[in-house]
Every structure is written in structure tokens, then in C-alpha cells.
């Protein structure tokens, strides 16, 4: 297990290069026809996320973000199999030559159905778990699961038993026992795919307030792009398992305009139309933009 | 939708005692359903079951335990009735019947069904209570110690089936969305897609679980890897009484291990639980070597009421208030 103590803080919390992989091929696939390109689920994948940096990953389904973010937690090729190329190291630690169990130290990882996630019974057990798998003593488990349940606003949750809770309380429980650890790292696929509108933008700027106050690198792939892009710093696009945009919240709606209508935002598509420049990334933005042309 | 044997937290005394004191107060009374055969000591554990799960707050499993252990209990009796033809008190001449042969039903067969029946009952709700007052979370804490992957999946497995209730009761919802010209969804098409469900959850649990660190090696607590096995080492001087003394010290380890693997989690009511636990378990010893099993089917019903078999039912019966919480000097004031 690594070492927190002294493991680097300073360098970039997830660098990937070259990063090329295909799934593992089924007995059909393997015995009719030899692994064809289409069947690549990332090509030639290149990104770094610096520390405390909050990034959004947009793009189509089985554009390749899952799957990205499976080999950002080492899932993928360790869990899922499959041939892979490339290089992967989170904060400072090789993932492809060590596996989940190793990155668990830095990376927190929440999935978008949370039911899959909960193994325990009750909600403090469930946050307790990584910290009892790494062996901590019981008062500084007690400590951090108090700690995470504050930040996370759901101390009034954790004597709950796990199937009496909502969707939404499901989520944050999840998300509680991913960054108990205190991980540089916290992918989240897709989280508020099962929240209602407004469960969906408090876990999103909560997010953000975590990013901020804890100084965790976050990436945070969502379709819902209206909720997330004004809490985000940069939005990385993928389509065909390749990396097609990378930069600024405004940018990408610039470049989604031009190149991926799928990926734009209702608001976006709304100001576009109407001939109305910049684009928002968010309501906020918008009222700002349209109070600013009234004025004028 | 909760099952009614889903853990449910509550405050009371067992729900608090530690799972190595509920399983030997659980266990004892179950163990009591297995040594004996005298309907009156099974009814006794029975309602000893009963009354814990009712006293602990887990009315709902008790109710169900009971329900489905009674339903297990008549079908015993029946296929006792038609598969053995001992016993001399004649009931009903069916005479020959397909593969069964000749079947005569015996007063004698329906009371050793009837007996196996209610042993297989006492056992359900012993486990029932088991399963809805004590904490899965705690178990798997004090076993994880001793062996960390079969609690940790007998953990998830108790995670998982309230999650395919609810997957089986969302299925069904979206059958019958479907409309009334729509085929109604069978059993096994519903199990069929219920098994597939739960294999893909089981894969994310499982790589959820990866990712928890679940894969890490647990730091050594002890240094119990250090010490030497008592078998192989000395084979050359092995003696006729090792068996004796290793199976001895094996109840005491296990005995041990029960109670102080969980430690940390020790609660002010686990002497109230291995205590009557061991008056259970001693008291059934006693009536055991005092003739207090006099209960015989065959070759005609013979049920003995001796004084020890009344006496070790009526603490049997006693011993299921052991769960009740003690009225506070307040409340007795007031």
C-alpha cells in the first residue's frame, strides 16, 4: 500500500499518455474476426489533471468516458481485463502496474447507480469501510467518518440503515465513503444521473465546495452539462474513445456550437439562436450576460 | 419493500449485545431444538424464540419465521405420514399407491412428523430473530479478525437479497405498466432476469469493493500466524488422548474467539446474554443425563412428562425474556 506520508502532493493528480485499450473481446468476436480498431474503447488518450483541479469529461454515450475513468481508478484493465497501451500514474503511483486496492490510498471513485455502491448495513459502516480495510484505529475512524458526514451535510443520516434512504441521500452516502480517505483523486461517473433537478446542481456545487476547501482533483463525467459547467474549470469532450476538446467551460460551448450540437447546453442553444454573445455556462452567467446588454 | 428479516436498528438489549453474545443466547435455544425430541421442551424453545424476537421488537420476523416454519412444519407431517408406515396405531388404510407403495398413515408417523416439523420451525424463528436484530455490519467487524472474506461475503450476501426484493418488486411493477393485453410476466422469466440483474450488481459490488481497498492486506493485529500448528509438528509422539484435549481446546477457542473478537464493540448487555445462554445450554445437558427427553414415536406415541422435562420448559420459557429491557429506577418511581 502506498505510503500517504510521503507521497508526492505537488504533482499532477492524474496523468495519462498514449492511452489506448479495447475491452476484452467475447468467445463470437474472438473466434470470427481478429480485435478490428472500431472495437478500441480509448485511443491514444492524453490528459493531465493538475492538483485541485475540477474537470468536466462531456461527450456522447460509449464515447469513452466510463471507460476512462475505470482506468483512472485502475478498474480498467485490472477489474475488467482487455489489452491496453499507454501509461496511467495517480498521484505519483503507476496504476497499470498496480491495481484498485493500491490506488484506493488516492482515488475515490462513485459510480452512477448507487445502490451498487452500498455494501453495509448502516450508513456510518458503509463510510467506515475503506478505513477499516486499511487497517485504522477505531478513534481516528470515528473522527474522519464524523469529519466527512459534516462536509458532506449528512450526519443526521448515519445511524440510518442504507435501504431506507433516498436516492439522493444514497449518492452523498456513496460519496461520503469515497473521500472519507481523504483521496487526491475523485472520479464520479455520471452521479446525478438518478437525481431529481435540484438534488442534482447541490450535489454538483457541494462537489465544488470540496474541490475548493479540501483542495481534491475532481473529474466528473455528466451529460446534464448545464449543471455542472460553471462549477467546472475546464471540460475535457470525448467522441470514439478520443479525447476531441479540451479546455475552458466557454470554449467548449463555443466548440460544441461548431462541431457537436449534441453536447450544448439548453441555455447555450437559446443564446446562440437569439444571436446573443457569449455563450453562459451557466444561469448565473446568463442573467450576468443579459443584464449587461439591458444596461447597454 | 423491506424484508421482514432485514436488520432493523433499534436500542433494545439484544440489538445492542454484542453478535458473539446474541448468536450463544440465539444459538443455545436452537441447539436445545436439535437435542431434543420431546414436543414439550421444542414448544417451550419455540415460544422461548418467539418471545425474544417479540421482546427485541422484531414482531414482523417472528410473525413471518413463524408463518412459513409452520407451513414447512405441515408439509413435514404430511410427507412423514406418507412415506413411513411405522408406528401401531393404524389411522388410514390408502393401500397401494404410485412409487409410495403401501401406505398406511400412523398416528405415530404424524407425531414424529410433527416433531421434526416444529424442531425445523423453533430452528426458523432462532434465525429469524438472529437475522433482525443482529447487526450484519458488527458481525462481519468480529469476524473479520478471524475470517475476513467469508464475512465479508456473507455480509454482502445479506446486502443483496433486499436489493433483489426490490429489483423483483420494480419488474413486476413494469409488467404490469405494460397494459392488460400485454402476457403477464411468469416466475421464471422474473427470476431469470432477476438472476441476470443480480450477477451485474454483484460484478459493481464487486469492483466497488476494489476500490474501497478491499484487496489491501489488513494489518496484522496479532501474532497468532507465528505459532506453530499442534498437528504435523509432533507426529512421531501423537497419543490417543490428543484428540480429546484438541477438540476440548478448540470449544474453549471458539468459545474465546466469540467473545473477544469483538472487543471493541462489547456492550453492558452481554453478560445478561452468554450468561443465560449458558444457563440454557447447561440446563438442557442436565435434563439430557436426567431423563427429561422422554419422548419416543415409535413403536406407539410415549410422551414423558417428568418433572425435569416441566422444569426445563418452563426456564426455556423463561429464558426468552432475556431481551426485555430493564424498567429504569425513574419509570418505577413514577
Given at each position: 500500500m502506498p505510503d500517504l506520508a510521503t507521497m508526492p502532493r505537488v504533482g499532477p493528480a492524474l496523468a495519462i499518455e498514449g492511452l489506448t485499450y479495447a475491452y476484452p473481446a467475447t468467445n463470437a468476436e474472438s473466434t470470427t474476426q481478429s480485435?478490428?480498431?472500431?472495437?478500441?474503447?480509448?485511443?491514444?488518450v492524453s490528459l493531465t489533471l493538475a492538483s485541485g483541479e475540477f474537470a468536466v469529461l462531456a461527450g456522447r454515450s460509449a464515447s469513452g468516458k466510463t471507460t476512462l475513468l475505470r482506468a483512472a481508478c485502475g478498474l480498467v484493465p485490472h477489474f475488467h481485463g482487455g489489452e491496453i497501451e499507454g501509461s496511467i500514474e495517480v498521484a505519483g503511483i503507476d496504476a497499470l502496474a498496480g491495481g484498485p486496492g493500491e490506488l484506493a490510498a488516492v482515488v475515490g471513485y462513485v459510480a452512477q447507480d448507487p445502490e451498487t455502491q452500498i455494501v453495509s448495513t448502516t450508513v456510518a459502516a458503509e463510510i467506515e469501510l475503506p478505513l477499516e480495510m486499511r487497517g485504522d484505529p477505531q478513534p481516528s475512524r470515528a473522527r474522519a467518518v464524523e469529519e466527512v458526514a459534516l462536509a458532506l451535510a449528512i450526519p443526521h443520516l448515519?445511524?440510518?440503515?442504507?435501504?431506507?434512504?433516498s436516492g439522493g441521500e444514497l449518492q452523498r452516502v456513496a460519496l461520503a465513503a469515497a473521500l472519507v480517505t481523504r483521496p487526491r483523486l475523485v472520479l464520479l461517473d455520471e452521479p446525478t444521473s438518478q437525481l431529481d433537478p435540484v438534488a442534482g446542481g447541490e450535489l454538483i456545487w457541494l462537489l465544488r465546495r470540496l474541490n475548493e476547501e479540501w483542495g481534491v482533483s475532481i473529474l466528473l463525467a455528466e451529460h446534464r452539462l448545464e449543471r455542472c459547467l460553471a462549477a467546472a474549470d475546464r471540460v475535457v469532450a470525448m467522441g470514439g474513445g478520443a479525447i476531441s476538446f479540451d479546455g475552458p467551460p466557454r470554449d467548449f460551448l463555443d466548440w460544441a456550437q461548431r462541431s457537436?450540437?449534441?453536447?450544448?447546453t439548453p441555455a447555450a442553444r437559446l443564446f446562440s439562436l437569439a444571436g446573443i454573445e457569449p455563450l453562459p455556462v451557466g444561469v448565473r452567467d446568463a442573467r450576468r450576460i443579459l443584464r449587461d446588454r439591458g444596461e447597454r | 419493500m423491506r424484508s421482514p428479516f432485514a436488520y432493523v436498528p433499534r436500542s433494545g438489549p439484544l440489538q445492542s449485545a454484542s453478535p458473539g453474545a446474541a448468536v450463544a443466547y440465539l444459538g443455545a435455544l436452537v441447539a436445545v431444538a436439535f437435542l431434543y425430541s420431546s414436543p414439550l421442551v421444542l414448544a417451550a424453545a419455540g415460544v422461548a424464540a418467539a418471545l425474544a424476537g417479540r421482546t427485541a421488537g422484531a414482531r414482523r420476523a417472528v410473525r413471518a419465521a413463524l408463518r412459513m416454519g409452520l407451513s414447512l412444519a405441515m408439509l413435514i407431517v404430511v410427507v412423514n405420514a406418507l412415506v413411513v408406515n411405522r408406528?401401531?396405531?393404524?389411522?388410514?388404510r390408502l393401500g397401494d399407491l404410485p412409487l409410495l407403495g403401501r401406505v398406511d398413515i400412523t398416528a405415530e408417523a404424524l407425531a414424529a412428523g410433527a416433531v421434526i416439523g416444529l424442531r425445523a420451525a423453533v430452528a426458523m424463528v432462532g434465525f429469524a430473530v438472529y437475522s433482525a436484530c443482529v447487526d450484519p455490519d458488527r458481525v462481519l467487524r468480529a469476524l473479520r479478525p478471524i475470517a475476513g472474506r467469508s464475512a465479508l461475503t456473507a455480509a454482502l450476501i445479506s446486502r443483496l437479497v433486499p436489493v433483489a426484493a426490490a429489483d423483483a418488486a420494480r419488474l413486476r411493477d413494469a409488467s404490469r405498466l405494460r397494459g392488460p393485453a400485454a402476457a403477464p410476466l411468469g416466475r421464471a422469466a422474473l427470476v431469470r432476469r432477476l438472476t441476470a440483474g443480480s450477477l451485474d450488481r454483484a460484478v459493481d459490488v464487486a469492483a466497488t469493493l476494489e476500490l474501497r481497498g478491499y484487496s489491501i492486506p489488513a494489518?496484522?493485529?496479532?501474532?497468532?500466524?507465528?505459532l506453530s500448528p499442534p498437528?504435523?509438528?509432533d507426529t512421531l509422539n501423537r497419543s490417543r488422548y490428543d484428540r480429546r484435549f484438541y477438540a476440548t481446546g478448540a470449544v474453549v477457542a471458539i468459545a474465546a474467539v466469540a467473545g473477544g473478537a469483538d472487543t471493541l464493540n462489547r456492550s453492558r448487555y452481554d453478560r445478561r446474554f452468554y450468561a443465560t445462554g449458558a444457563v440454557v445450554a447447561i440446563a438442557a445437558v442436565a435434563g439430557k443425563l436426567l431423563g427429561a427427553d422422554g419422548f419416543h414415536a415409535y413403536p406407539t406415541v410415549a410422551l414423558g412428562l417428568e418433572p425435569a422435562t416441566v422444569v426445563l420448559s418452563l426456564l426455556l420459557v423463561l429464558s426468552g425474556l432475556a431481551p426485555r429491557r430493564r424498567s429504569s429506577t425513574r419509570n418505577r418511581n413514577a
Open positions: 480485435r478490428a480498431d472500431s472495437a478500441l474503447a480509448l485511443r491514444d448515519l445511524d440510518r440503515t442504507v435501504d431506507t434512504l457537436d450540437a449534441a453536447l450544448e | 408406528g401401531e396405531t393404524v389411522l388410514v494489518r496484522p493485529r496479532r501474532s497468532l500466524a507465528r498437528w504435523g509438528a
